[in-house]
């Protein structure tokens, strides 16, 4: 079986320990690191961690294990840039600058109801007339995290937070419907090695993490901490409501049939 894991600065806890060795993945579990991993990139045989709106594709397929997640609880890797204030914006065109399908469903989820700016186009083709009209520049990952050189940022995950006073569960593990508890198991337990690996090794990699991605320590430290790593029942509705609230207006669906596999812990 193969495990693809999403490469990104929310999902380090996970790669940091697999990329340097000090983990070792099983004999019949391959591990393929994706930068910016989609849902069509996942084939029918194929367990992996993904970006959460993947599910709006893969839930047919595939099942959320609830012991493997990535969870931000108010602080993110998704931020809103914006030249003047957000509330002095009404309508404008939304830039996605590099934003992977997480930050997109963020950004539908929160502008309009959190800060009562309406987008009137989304756009990706930094080549499209309306890219340089946009008063919204939506980043993630590490960039999410540095310092803007000029104008405001804002936290998507915090302004979810306050909306909602749910968090953003950003990435999810999911394995084929049609696979056994064992190989589930085999996954959860490979991946709880590499995050218990990378958390007692902290100190070995995340301040050289943030020092080489231009991320202050201080704002990185205050990251790792709002950072959780399995789903709890309340989790599970954050999960369902910010996908069904981002997915609106996109060729996305909205999750109908998420099944959440109990019983493949780590334990």
Avoid: C
Avoid at 134 to 154: N, Q, T
Avoid at 158 to 167: E, K, S, V, Y
Wanted: charged share 25%; aromatic share 6%.
């Amino acid at each position: 079986m193969r495990l693809l894991i999403d490469d990104t600065f929310s999902t380090k806890t996970y790669t940091t320990p697999i990329a340097s060795g000090w983990v070792s993945a099983p004999e019949g579990l391959g591990t393929s690191h994706v930068a910016r991993l989609t849902a069509d990139q996942v084939g029918p045989e194929d367990a992996a961690l993904i970006p959460s709106p993947a599910l709006g594709t893969l839930q047919t397929t595939h099942d959320v294990i609830p012991d493997t997640a990535v969870i931000a609880d108010g602080v993110g890797t998704v931020a809103m840039r914006t030249p003047v204030r957000p509330d002095e914006i009404a309508s404008t065109p939304v830039r996605l600058l590099d934003a992977g399908s997480l930050a997109e469903t963020l950004a539908r989820a929160t502008l309009h109801l959190f800060y009562g700016i309406t987008p009137t186009a989304w756009i990706r083709d930094d080549d499209a007339p309306e890219a340089a009209r946009a008063e919204v520049v939506i980043v993630d990952g590490a960039e999410a995290l540095r310092e803007p050189e000029g104008g405001f940022s804002e936290d998507l995950a915090r302004a979810w937070f306050i909306l909602t006073a749910q968090p953003v569960v950003s990435h999810v593990l999911v394995t084929p419907r049609d696979h056994t508890e064992d190989d589930a198991r085999q996954v959860v337990q490979f991946l709880a090695e590499a995050r218990s690996t990378g958390h007692e090794r902290r100190r070995e990699w995340r301040t050289a993490l943030a020092d080489s991605e231009g991320v202050g320590r201080d704002r990185a430290s205050a990251f790792w901490a709002a950072q959780r790593f399995t789903i709890e029942a309340e989790d599970r509705r954050a999960l369902i409501d910010l996908l069904a609230r981002g997915s609106r207006g996109t060729s996305t669906s909205s999750p109908s049939n998420v099944t959440f596999r109990e019983g493949t812990g780590a334990t």
